[in-house]
């Protein structure tokens, strides 16, 4: 075939198949007319001189409609927490000497006070012997300067002298009993103790642990929040932990202590989050996924069925008044069930087509053939925003 026919034929299929894109999608004149070709909209909608213009008498385009309703996005905060304990205190002991004996075993649940392990006193006995001694005698010195002033023939001045010994052998006294019992080394808080880093024989001195004690009936959890957060974050609020190492047990905590100011390296903030221990499965130490809600805007809500797409984006076939007004939406959120848009002339009450859409023309009268009930709105759940701990 010589080329020049090669040439008109594939012109007349290419205006044929412009003429077919302009009859048969929608939207095409409209297009056209943005390009500045108006030769679509004129041949849709071009009649003969003298005649009216041709109505459509056929039947209207049945459609399977769904109310707009009004749904809350729910923003999801997802951090990885570090667990420790209620209060722990790392015990040392007051003064050097050689341990005696260890009075508690690792893993034992002591109170405040118990006696942990004991030092050599044989020299703080002592001194506590001799002062007892100095007080009985200072307090016998006092009783005869009574008798003495008693019968005139002590003065004032020396009764005075008495009771200062007597009060000064006192504090004597005292201060050799504390050195006593500061040998003893004892818990300072209720908790479990851990392993025990020195035994019996060990010589210590005021920088050597003898132990760690845990209070966790509660779990401290520390973990950062992105500064976007900062603002929701408050003394009090609900929150759900999950160990990493069994995802599948899940505990209800609440927000304990939130920082005073944002990181300006990391742009977070640190939150403490505390979660009771009650069945003691918990330790310190151990890694969490804190999981924080936070309500947030009202957006309405459309089936995902509704939501079509066209060369400008998303949009949805709103019925009014018996007719199709195309409408474009901003997609928010897409849930399993719904889809959150962002659109004016949208409100919560409209109705949108879910079915038949492929057959709905803007300013067309529609036959709604069947109306979907309004869905029960929860609330959504949209990607969790991570935040590393």
């Keep these: 075939m010589a080329a020049w026919k090669q040439l008109l034929l594939g012109l007349v299929v290419l205006v044929a198949a412009a003429a077919a894109w302009v009859k048969f999608v929608p939207g095409a004149p409209e297009i056209l007319a943005g390009w500045g070709v108006d030769w679509g909209q004129a041949a849709v909608d071009a009649k003969p001189q ?63 006070g118990t006696v942990i392990a004991r030092l050599d006193s044989e020299v703080e006995e002592i001194a506590l012997d001799r002062a007892r001694i100095a007080l009985a005698d200072a307090q016998a010195k006092l009783e005869r300067v009574q008798s003495l002033r008693k ?37 300072p808080i209720a908790g479990i103790i851990g392993i025990l880093p020195v035994e019996a024989g060990n010589y210590v001195t005021t920088d050597t642990v003898v132990a760690t004690i845990d209070d966790r009936s509660r779990i401290k959890i520390d973990f950062y929040v992105p500064e976007r957060f900062a603002a929701n974050m408050a003394v009090g609020d609900h929150l759900t932990a999950s160990p990493i190492a069994r995802p599948n047990e899940v505990f209800d905590g609440t927000v304990s202590a939130v920082d005073n100011r944002v990181d300006d390296k990391s742009r977070t903030m640190l939150v403490q989050a505390s979660v009771p221990n009650d069945k003691d499965t918990l330790r310190a130490g151990m890694s969490f996924r804190i999981e924080v809600k936070f309500p947030g805007d009202a957006f309405p809500s459309v089936d995902p069925l509704a939501i079509q797409w066209g060369t ?6 709103v019925i009014r008044d018996g007719k199709a007004k195309r409408t474009p939406v901003r997609i928010v959120q897409r849930n399993t069930e719904s889809v959150l848009v962002a659109a004016e002339g949208i409100l919560p009450g409209d109705t949108v087509v879910t079915e038949g859409v ?7 009268e529609v036959l709604v053939a069947k109306s979907d009930p309004t869905p029960a709105v929860t609330g959504t759940t949209p990607a969790a925003v991570s935040s590393g701990g």
């Design 50 to 112: 003298g005649q009216e213009p041709r109505r459509n008498t056929g039947p209207q385009t049945a459609v399977v409609t769904a109310p707009v309703v009004e749904a809350v996005i729910n923003d999801r905060l997802a951090a990885i927490g570090t667990g420790r304990a209620n209060n722990s205190v790392t015990v040392k002991p007051y003064t050097s000497g050689r341990v005696t004996s260890i009075e508690v075993e690792s893993g034992t649940e002591v109170e405040a």
């Design 312 to 317: 400008d984006g998303a949009f949805v076939w």
């Design 358 to 364: 492929h057959a709905v023309r803007d300013g067309a």
């Design 151 to 187: 019968a005139n023939t002590a003065t004032q001045v020396q009764v005075t002298d008495a009771e200062l010994g007597v009060a000064n052998a006192q504090l004597a006294l005292r201060d050799a009993q504390l050195n006593l019992d500061r040998r003893a080394v004892t818990s």
